[in-house]
């Protein structure tokens, strides 16, 4: 299965960010000598189940980026709208894998191992997991926004292999999730109130998220646990800007 790929890189640096670094755009932020987004690029390049690739971003991309054979269209005012944008230029039949460009860490080995493990289950909608304990023991001290679920502690990936379709179909309940990707008790709420209570309680599990993602929703949903801590985190305050900058000086 070879798949497409859309980068979502156009979001503004108005946040922590912007006390280091003076970047317009989060994609624009140097590590190295390179911008943010270009690792995550070159990444998605290296996977041997990557067809194209297309940036939503600003215009200033197209002369700041070094990978070669990327695609470029504009970004929409929100994250959904640029999905939506990104999608519709593709204009591909088949599964399509969103990536947001704020996760300069990501390896060709994350990517194609969350691709694989897709491989295995028929969906419409793939999100990966990450437990808790794969992220410390890698990066200890990694500060990320966990859910306590009945089997374990995860944060959510920064990947999603979708069916385009499902964009228009489920616009709004998609963007109220992305609003609240980092707000694991109102995203519960989505689902309804026994989903939200059973996470008060620690209660809820992954199949039932699911269940009830399909039931909500009308699409299959599936998580997929990954083993790769780099697919969950991203830069988006001043601590993981260094330590991006260190990991990847590093290697």
Do not use: W
Not at 53 to 62: H, N
Not at 64 to 90: N, Q
């Amino acid at each position: 299965m070879r798949v497409d790929a859309v980068v979502l890189a156009g979001a503004r640096n108005d946040g922590r960010l912007r006390h280091v670094s003076s970047a317009p755009y989060e994609a624009l932020i140097e590590i190295g000598d390179r911008v943010m987004v270009d690792y995550v690029l070159a990444a998605l390049r290296r996977c041997s189940l990557i067809n194209r690739i297309v940036v939503a971003g600003p215009d200033e991309l197209r002369t700041r980026v070094t990978t070669c054979g990327v695609e470029f269209t504009s970004a929409g005012d929100s994250m959904i709208e640029s999905i939506r944008v990104a999608t519709e230029y593709l204009d591909s039949k088949d599964k399509v894998l969103l990536v947001t460009g704020d996760i300069p860490l990501i390896t060709e080995e994350a990517i194609l191992d969350f691709l694989h493990r897709c491989q295995k289950v028929q969906a419409d909608i793939y999100y990966p997991v990450v437990r808790r304990v794969t992220n410390e023991s890698k990066y200890p001290g990694v500060r990320r926004t966990y859910m306590h679920l009945k089997e374990g502690v995860f944060t959510g990936g920064n990947l999603v292999l979708l069916q385009p379709a499902i964009v228009a179909q489920c616009h709004d309940l998609i963007d109220q999730a992305i609003q609240l990707r980092k707000k694991p008790r109102q995203l519960a709420k989505l689902l309804g109130g026994r989903a939200f209570f059973k996470l008060l309680f620690r209660q809820l599990s992954i199949k039932e998220i699911e269940a009830r993602v399909n039931e909500v929703l009308g699409f299959v949903g599936v998580a997929i646990v990954s083993l790769y801590p780099e697919v969950g985190i991203d830069v988006d305050k001043p601590t993981d800007l260094e330590m991006a900058r260190q990991v990847l000086e590093n290697r």
